[in-house]
């Protein structure tokens, strides 16, 4: 161990402060390592980068200096931050996260604020008479989150659209301890299940809906060298991985679902491998009318499916 980690009760919040970013920097680039820092300092101590500036002098108190020296143990092993601390940021929501579920991604958000977009003034017409209307007399948009890991994507997008029917999915036991506390904590109505999505034979009881959404497991075992090590030693690996021979997996058992659980006119929306996307958009084209959508890098990683009858 590092022997400065030991005199953190001795130092001022200004040398605390210093020795984080120097030993940081070893993993992170400086700004990472400064985002990193204020974070944790906010977190156990109250105080933000401006607060140490005016009073370098101050005294961390003996407690949160030893959580201190704790969380920077544990980042210089790589942990990442979002699991030192068991919270992470996701569409402007404090969600807990822990080594279950996946820390949600900026991508991600742009795949939630894709459905939201699109249904955000779509209200049901309980007195419809359009054959071709997504709604069924008296119901409500009803939306499923498959894989939903800490509950992210059913969660905001049910915050901004309080009409919805949502129900989200996971086979891990622990994903869903966590996703349910969080819908506890942000006061959202979530039907979660606990069912292992791959075995076809789950399927039968589950209902019909209009929206599937999913952010699956997509990148092949292979590419596992080229990620970071925060990433491979710590997220969960059956939520980031699939068999290298099997790389459409989920996508295909995504379209097969919505074959008999999307209504006529409903919608699949997935996140996709930026190098496998003509590959995931021949999955879903063979029954669906599909739509491929930009992220603000100009990267190729959304797809919509909609389920057009072929009369239509």
Known sequence: MNRKLTKFALMTNKEIYRDYLQQLRQLYSPNEAALITDWIFEKVTGLQRADIIKNPGHDIHVEKAD???????????????????????FYGMKLKVNED??????????????????WQLTEPNKNTTDKNSIYKEGSHLSMLDI????????????KHLQHISMSAI???????????????????????????????NCWENMAVFDVIISNPPYIPINEKEKLDRNVTHFEPHTALFVPDNQPMLFYEKIANFGKTHLNRNGKIYVEMHE??????????????????????????????????????
């Open 170 to 200: 996971d086979v891990n036991a622990g994903a869903l301890s966590v996703a349910k506390e969080n819908a506890t904590t942000h006061k959202v109505d979530i039907q979660f299940l606990s069912l292992d999505f791959l075995n076809e």
């Open 67 to 89: 959580l201190l020296k704790k969380c920077l143990i544990e980042l210089l092993q790589h942990k990442p931050v979002q699991y030192v601390l068991g919270e992470a940021w």
């Open 275 to 312: 190098d496998f996307v003509k590959e995931t958009v021949a999955v879903f084209e063979a029954f669906y009318n599909v739509a491929v959508k930009h992220d603000i890098f100009g990267k190729q990683r959304m797809l919509i499916a909609t389920n057009i009858p072929p009369s239509q």
């Open 147 to 158: 894989g939903t890991g800490s509950g992210c994507i059913a969660i905001a997008v049910k």
């Open 101 to 118: 579920v996946l820390i949600p991604r900026p991508e991600t958000e742009e795949l939630v604020q894709l459905v939201i977009t699109n």
